[in-house]
Nanobody, 116 residues
Framework: QVQLVESGGGLVQPGGSLRLSCAAS????????MAWYRQAPGNQRELVAR???????NYADSVKGRFTISRDNAKNTVYLQMNSLKPEDTAVYYC??????????WGQGTQVTVSS
């Protein structure tokens, strides 16, 4: 059974930082491209950051220079370090695991709220 379990969300003030984690089980983690998506109320789910099985990364323009995605294959975990958070970063953040463009798994999501 595949499970992606996100953690690390919460309430933070503008300018603050959070680190999200996504622990995977039931998959050969190192083979998968891992990504973080987010969805704010009334908006479509959007890609925030992706890290490939080979370690290549790409980011949404809105988070470049503020967010960093990384992975630890020994721990089957992907991280999203979020710095200089803004109110517009408020959303539910979802972890995604994808393989060969045809297999995709999602976590349950973790809420991030940026507010003073």
């Amino acid at each position: 059974q595949v499970q992606l379990v996100e953690s690390g969300g919460g309430l933070v003030q503008p300018g603050g930082s959070l680190r999200l984690s996504c622990a995977a089980s039931g998959i050969r983690f190192s083979f998968y491209d891992m990504a973080w998506y987010r969805q704010a109320p009334g908006n479509q789910r959007e890609l925030v950051a992706r890290i490939t099985s080979g370690g290549g990364t790409n980011y949404a323009d809105s988070v470049k220079g503020r967010f960093t995605i990384s992975r630890d294959n020994a721990k089957n975990t992907v991280y999203l370090q979020m710095n200089s958070l803004k109110p517009e970063d408020t959303a539910v953040y979802y972890c995604n695991a994808a393989l060969m463009g045809s297999i995709s798994y999602w976590g349950q999501g973790t809420q991030v709220t940026v507010s003073s």
